[in-house]
């Protein structure tokens, strides 16, 4: 543990932008498994956790945790998948 107050703010810093990343990571990855899991089953609301999915994962571009070329391609293969 640091001794120093600014290094110790940072090391609390640090946790809650840890934990509040990895939610927000979470969200987006459990978005787009129940995207794929109605598109495999054929469900009839496959359209709205389509657009939840890419919701997350343009909220997630924004917020920098995953990148634009990432963002885009993990778009395209949903958007694939949706109109199978």
Do not use: C, Q, Y
């Not at 495999?40 to 609301?45: K, L, R």
């Not at 994962?57 to 924004?62: L, N």
């Amino acid at each position: 543990m640091p001794i120093i107050k600014s290094a110790i703010e940072r090391v609390k810093t640090n946790e809650k932008a840890n934990a509040r990343n990895t939610a927000e990571m979470s969200t987006m990855r459990t978005a787009i498994k129940k995207f794929e899991k109605a598109a495999d089953n054929g469900a009839s609301d496959a359209n709205e956790l389509f657009r939840e999915a890419v919701s997350a994962i343009d909220h997630a571009k924004s917020k920098g945790l995953i990148k634009t070329n990432k963002a885009n391609r993990d778009k395209s293969r949903l958007s694939a998948k949706l109109a199978k």
